[in-house]
């Protein structure tokens, strides 16, 4: 058996106890922001802040949604996750903190898509309260996917 000893002044004790909370708090607000939602994501923790939202967005949708479903990700991006997080990354979402964990998944129908009055809908994926995605969604001849963002 082997007994180290070590003469330390009481300001390097408490240097060093300083740097050992701050690695500590450090730790643990990295594994508080590896949750998914974050503070600067909107709101949507009811369908009034949804639609509030998406409104925002310039966007008219039904008061109620078409559907609502809960959805697990998977612990990997594989596609074709990965094709549509790049989606969600050119709008300034990424589905990455949320992997691996359960999302809601609200549809509502789109009342007001440029040249297309029937076919588009709107999906918003939550997480805790914050939206983490979403998509436009437009079926039938030349149907498409496409970003929050409302058309020009």
């Known amino acids: 058996m082997f ?15 300083l740097l050992l909370m701050l690695a500590a708090c450090a730790a643990i607000l990295a594994l508080y922001r590896r949750g998914g939602a974050d503070d600067t994501q909107p709101r949507a923790a009811t369908n009034d802040e949804r639609v509030a939202y ?22 990997t991006l594989e596609e074709p996750y990965r094709s549509y997080n790049e989606l969600q990354r050119a709008q300034g979402f990424d589905l990455t903190p949320c992997l691996g964990k359960t999302l809601e998944r609200y549809a509502y129908r789109v009342r007001n898509y440029p040249d297309r009055p029937d076919g588009c809908q709107l999906d918003l994926y939550v997480h805790d309260g914050r939206v983490v995605a979403g998509d436009v969604i437009c079926t039938g001849a030349n149907g498409f996917i496409d970003t929050l963002a409302f058309p020009k």
């Open 54 to 75: 998406l409104a925002s967005l310039g966007w008219e949708v039904d008061a109620e949604p078409l559907e609502a479903l809960r959805l697990t990700l998977p612990e």
């Open 3 to 17: 007994i180290v000893t070590a003469k330390a002044s009481a300001l390097r004790r408490a240097l060093l106890l």
